[in-house]
């Protein structure tokens, strides 16, 4: 047995496979896309156990060109033939995905996804599979860390991708991508290799293409720092989020026992949690007495049981854990409502609105960057792009012979009205959602905190993550704010010249 295969053996015994559970009636499945991960973890797999105890599955989603995507399934159908090991498709209609995507205001990755391990699911019951490799590896993890941290996660997300989530687990997870590639080479084992990884449209292509380059350069080690950071972030989740639990179990019980219970029930379920529209009533004492990191995971988890199944900004969260000494308060986020009164907070989900309820589909906790001229990326119904600036917008010579490269930064928006914005730049450009503590230069070089202008623009506080900011990363100044627009959600905009 190779080196390799040993190490994802050893991959899968931490995943709490043992060797001798793998059989042809408990036979271990393997998700295959055809890049150089899966195809590594199903070469390996298949040198570790009986062809008759494995079972493949690839999925085609059908956003890339028939040519591409097919030839992908094809590839993986091949290669399993050869193996001996059974294989099944799952084709997904072409162009189903992105209907959805605009459909639901969703990413045509979270569609995918969710497609995806609906597949998955299926093809685990059909085949009585004890468990489901996928073939996420170190690199995976360090990239997912990144992009989390971009996102603000908390310790909720800082753990990174989980070894083992129900059925599902991940062998290759502490292996690095240089030794799959190499593994493969020794197989003399070729690969596909997916034209969108190198899409920039896509946060995590966007880290991987350019921000990894840029750390693996200039913080020799980085990835070690960041994944015993995870490691940390992990334990100290598991501690709070059990703690969390047992206060969600005493509101459950105790709310199901009624008056029955001689101390009184902190928590008011409705009689059927994941039905809509649910009401759940917390004593505001009891809310408002626990920990912050208990509060905001006792309030997430309540939400999920009254059938709230989407993103809560933590910003709004962050407003209603301010209320603690306020009479009565309230603020509404898409179909939910809290309510603060003198003795309850009141946590209400309602039927999601319809997409004509509500047009405004850019999603908060955004980030993206714009390296150079050309540079293009999709943000919901906009579309950012940097363009090349006409010799008539009088630039110096100092300016045209610029490092930086000046550009034309246009927003268009891709829905009826066709809206249009532009104003020159100076890349490399970040264009991101607002964040704690932004200030801008206002027309007399003094700074003006966002909240105030937003205040001023009477923006509602559940819209403000959809302000976009932009940043210009080379500025020289002490402020590299370029501006907060507001115009794709009916709002002004904010250009310092």
């Known amino acids: 047995m190779k080196k390799f295969e040993k190490k ?7 995943c709490g496979i043992d060797f001798a559970s793998v059989s042809q009636k408990s036979p271990l499945g393997i998700a295959v896309s055809g890049g150089a991960d899966s195809v590594s973890l199903l070469i390996s797999l298949s040198s570790i156990f009986e062809p008759s105890c494995l079972r493949a599955i690839t999925v085609d989603h059908g956003i890339r060109s028939k040519e591409e995507s097919g030839g992908d399934a094809l590839f993986v159908k091949d290669l399993c033939g050869k193996l001996g090991i059974p294989c099944h498709v799952e084709e997904i209609l072409h162009g189903k995905i992105e209907g959805l995507s605009k459909e639901s205001s969703s990413s045509v990755e979270a569609v995918a996804r969710s497609l995806r391990y609906e597949a998955f699911d299926s093809f685990i019951k059909k085949e009585n599979l004890l468990a489901l490799c996928l073939a996420h590896n170190q690199n995976d993890q360090c990239e997912t860390l990144l992009m989390r941290f971009l996102q603000g996660s908390g310790t909720e997300g800082m753990g990174g991708i989980e070894r083992v989530r129900g059925k599902f687990i991940r062998p290759l997870l502490e292996i690095p991508r240089s030794e799959i ?9 070729s690969w596909r290799t997916d034209s969108t990884n190198f899409d920039t449209n896509y946060l995590r292509n966007r880290i991987r293409n350019i921000l990894v380059p840029v750390l693996n350069e200039n913080f020799s080690g980085w990835q070690n720092a960041v994944l015993s950071g995870a490691k940390k972030a992990a334990s100290d989740e598991d501690f709070l989020r059990g703690a969390a639990k047992s206060f969600c179990a005493f509101g459950t019980a105790h709310s199901q ?14 009689e059927a949690p994941t039905q809509l529209p649910g009401i759940l009533k917390i004593e505001r004492n009891f809310f408002f007495g626990l920990h912050p990191s208990l509060q905001r995971r006792v309030f997430f988890d309540f939400l999920n049981k009254i059938g709230w199944g989407g993103r809560f900004p933590f910003r709004i969260f962050e407003e209603i854990a301010s209320w603690g000494k306020v009479k009565s308060q309230k603020i509404s986020f898409e179909n939910v409502t809290v309510l603060l009164d003198s003795e309850n907070l009141l946590l209400e989900v309602i039927d999601v609105k319809s997409p004509a309820e509500d047009d405004s589909s850019i999603e908060s906790g955004f980030c993206f960057f714009l390296k150079k001229i050309g540079d293009k990326a999709d943000i919901e119904n906009l579309l950012v792009a940097s363009e090349n600036l006409s010799e008539k917008q009088g630039l110096s010579e100092s300016e045209k012979s610029s490092d930086c490269k000046n550009c034309l930064l246009s927003f268009v928006s891709k829905t009826s009205d066709s809206q249009k914005i532009s ?9 991101r959602s607002p964040l704690p503590g932004d200030e801008i230069k206002t027309s007399d070089g003094k700074l003006k905190s966002l909240p105030e202008i937003f205040t001023d623009w009477k923006i509602p506080k559940n819209q403000r993550d959809k302000i976009l900011v932009v940043e210009e990363l080379s500025s020289c100044s002490e402020n590299s704010l370029k501006a907060a627009l507001g115009f794709h959600l009916g709002f002004k905009n904010w250009i310092v010249e």
Not at 8 to 14: A, F, R
Not at 257 to 270: E, Y
């Open 257 to 270: 026992q009624g008056s029955a219970q001689v101390k009184k029930c902190p928590v008011q379920l409705p």
């Open 423 to 431: 104003f020159p730049a100076r890349l490399p450009l970040l264009v």
């Open 8 to 14: 994802v053996l050893s991959g899968l015994k931490s």
């Open 181 to 189: 590639e190499d593994y493969l080479r020794q197989k003399n084992q």
